[in-house]
């Protein structure tokens, strides 16, 4: 009895352990097996993303499709386009696998999420009519209404501003509007019921080319130097994905795909790291 006990024992342990090890081990293993990735991206941030003709182009998509080409072959991708506000919180609950959106790293999101190194510069500027003398340093913010985007850095980065001009004994700004798309904030600063908009240096040298006449920048940048950067969760599970993104993003860098596709869609080049993402200051 005890010897039946113990062959049974062993075969239940035997169809246990075989069964384990056909589980795939990690995400990036399941991706491979799904034949399928599912990416989160805010399609309303050109020009890195945004739609045309019903499809998701720019920037950011064409750096995607040629890092997936590289690295994941014969997968297919599920990109889903979301307000930028759900992106993050949809990632930490699984919503889906990887963000390929433009996310600005700072303190906050660096200790809680894995990043890429970096696909561009975030540095943020102010944005203003282009015939606003009113505004010509950043001092002159104070009394001003000033947009960005919920949730986003560049909101942070505004913020942080503001409560450095208070800081120091200045009236700081008279108000920060939050908008759920920079496209919106646009508007209202071509219309007059804003003073200026916050943000990425890297997307408002095409807008103004696009307007000529209509927007200008400030030469001072509102914050310091800081990085956009692709996302995946911040564990084990994730980790040999953002490795993959990752090392594919630096391959790009390495042969001049980021370059290229830099001045296709910027008309200049944007001297990022790309080793791995600096650790944030903000």
Aim: proline residues 5%; aromatic residues 8%; charged residues 20%.
């Amino acid at each position: 009895m005890k010897n039946r006990l113990l062959k049974a024992l062993s075969l239940c342990l035997a169809g246990f352990c075989t069964v384990a090890a056909a589980q795939p081990s990690d995400l990036l293993q399941r991706i491979q097996e799904k034949k399928e990735i599912v990416i989160a991206t805010e399609a309303r941030f050109p020009p890195f993303e945004f739609v045309e003709n019903g499809q998701i182009v720019g920037y950011g998509a064409d750096l995607m499709h040629e890092v997936m080409a590289r690295s994941l072959p014969g997968v297919k991708v599920k990109q889903l386009d979301l307000p930028f506000q759900g992106i993050l919180p949809g990632l930490d609950s699984g919503k889906f696998d990887f963000v390929v959106t433009s996310v600005t790293v700072n303190k906050a999101r660096f200790e809680q999420f894995a990043f890429t190194v970096p696909i561009a510069e975030s540095t943020v500027a102010l944005l203003k009519r282009a015939d606003d003398t009113a505004i010509e340093s950043l001092s002159d913010l104070n009394g001003k209404v000033v947009g960005s985007q919920s949730g986003s850095g560049q909101l942070a980065i505004l913020q942080g501003y503001d409560q450095k001009l208070r800081a120091q004994g200045q009236p700081g700004l008279k108000a920060i509007k939050q908008y759920v798309s920079f496209d919106e904030a646009y508007a209202d600063l071509a219309a007059g019921r804003l003073d200026g908009v916050a943000q990425s240096l890297s997307n408002l040298g095409p807008l103004i080319k696009s307007r000529p006449g209509l927007f200008a920048t400030l030469p001072e940048m509102v914050g310091p130097t800081t990085y956009f950067g692709w996302v995946g969760r911040k564990d084990a599970d994730s980790a040999t994905l953002v490795k993959l993104f990752s090392d594919g993003i630096a391959q790009a860098a390495a042969d001049g795909t980021l370059e290229k596709l830099q001045t296709k869609w910027f008309g200049f080049v944007m001297k990022v790291p790309s080793d791995a993402m600096p650790v944030p200051t903000i």
